[in-house]
């Protein structure tokens, strides 16, 4: 009997056992799967939390600096095996809604500032109008060199100062400014260059018998503006910009060469990208100072259909720029006025065309009785001509400044005269 018991006792331990064993080894399991859990959800909490801080340190910045705040132009998430998930959905609608408003808000902030520039530039473009009627005023009235002289000098700065305006104005969607009539291209590139402080330096070696329509005179007279004051503003002083045409089967060409310091690769990338005039410009992102001078190309280029290169290598050295005018915008018209010795037309040219010296000598056909040239009144109001300033350096023609005022002096002196003279003889004709 006792033995019975113990091999029943016996068999009771063993179950006993056995079953400790089998729930050890279950529960030694679930542990570690409890442990694998744990560590995967430490993993992944840890990769979340990572993936939280890229999107504020790298993500996001990287959206607001992107040109159109797209969360296809940033970085993938940090940790690729999130993405798919839930989490990674939530991420990217935070990216999305994030580019959306910086989007909005950037517009609305460059439609502020561009509408108070605009506004600004107008009151400036206005202000330098009237400063110029009042100097061609004082200009008509004196006839002492040293004060035609001075006169000259305001004169160009005005013009520059007018130039400036009218740039940032069309930067921020004005239009050039007045419509003007067909004018031949040599003189369009004269009153471009009227407008450049270092307008001695540019030289102009052929003449054509092309002329640019009304509607784009004003916009090829600023572009070509910009273009030769970037020529001469990064070439040394000593140099001369050289002006040349290129006539082409769909248009005409304006090649304009310097012997300055070129342009990078990443230059030249940035400027043609601004020249193309495909992308809205941001003036928050045009430099300090503001570079505006290839931005304001661009934007004439894509309203008015020409276009401006500046990829080829000047054989000076410097750049090359070629303002390429398509036939769509080219006309061939008569001159209505002679031409002076220095080649270019004397009558009404685009903007502020140089007269100077080489200015007197085509009125000649208008003589009064006493044989006094006599000034074309019409002409003048027709367009306005503003004279290049009387500098130290010589003129183009070779005339000291000095030089220059003092002829236009006379010349004044000889016209009132003139019309003296006139009053007197049709006085005395009448009273006949």
Request: glycine share 8%.
């Amino acid at each position: 009997m006792e033995q019975r018991l113990t091999v029943v006792a016996l068999w009771c331990l063993a179950v006993i056992l056995l079953a400790t064993v089998i729930l050890l080894v279950r529960q030694r399991r679930i542990t570690g799967g409890l442990r694998r859990r744990m560590r995967q959800l430490e993993d992944s909490l840890r990769a979340r939390d990572e993936e939280v801080m890229h999107l504020v340190t790298t993500r996001l910045p990287a959206l607001m600096e992107s040109r159109y705040h797209r969360p296809a132009d940033v970085p993938p998430p940090l940790h690729a095996r999130l993405s798919g998930t839930a989490y990674s959905h939530s991420l990217h609608t935070v990216l999305q809604l994030f580019g959306e408003a910086v989007n909005r808000a950037r517009t609305r902030a460059e439609q502020t500032a561009k509408s108070t520039l605009k506004a600004m530039m107008r009151s400036v473009q206005s202000l330098a109008n009237e400063q110029q009627v009042a100097i061609s005023t004082m200009q008509d009235r004196h006839d002492r060199p040293d004060v035609l002289e001075d006169l000259l000098k305001i004169d160009h700065t005005n013009s520059q100062l007018g130039r400036r305006a009218q740039a940032t104005a069309v930067l921020c969607g004005s239009w050039p400014g007045q419509q003007r009539s067909a004018s031949p291209l040599i003189d369009v590139v004269r009153g471009a260059t009227s407008r450049i402080r270092d307008y001695l330096r540019v030289q102009v070696h052929a003449q054509v018998d092309i002329s640019v329509v009304s509607r784009a005179v004003e916009p090829v007279v600023l572009a070509l503006a910009e273009v030769l004051d970037n020529a001469a503003r990064h070439s040394q002083p000593n140099t001369s910009v050289e002006v040349n045409f290129q006539q082409a089967h769909n248009g005409m060409a304006v090649v304009v060469d310097d012997a300055g310091v070129g342009m990078s690769a990443e230059d030249l990338q940035h400027a043609t990208t601004l020249l193309s005039g495909d992308q809205d410009i941001d003036i928050n992102r045009l430099g300090d100072p503001p570079q505006v001078g290839f931005a304001v190309i661009g934007v004439l280029c894509a309203r008015y259909g020409f276009t401006v290169s500046v990829d080829t290598r000047s054989p000076y050295g410097g750049v090359r720029a070629v303002v390429f005018l398509p036939n769509a915008l080219l006309t061939r018209t008569t001159p209505r006025f002679p031409v002076s010795p220095g080649g270019s037309a004397a009558g009404p040219a685009a903007g502020p065309v140089p007269a100077g010296p080489a200015s007197p000598p085509s009125r000649e056909g208008l003589r009064t009785a006493g044989g006094l040239p006599k000034r074309r009144r019409r002409a003048v109001e027709e367009a306005p001509v503003a004279r290049p300033p009387a500098a130290t350096a010589d003129t183009p023609s070779g005339r000291p400044a000095r030089q220059v005022a003092a002829g236009l002096g006379a010349w004044q002196r000889g016209t009132k005269s003139g019309r003296g003279s006139t009053s007197s003889d049709s006085e005395g004709t009448s009273t006949a």
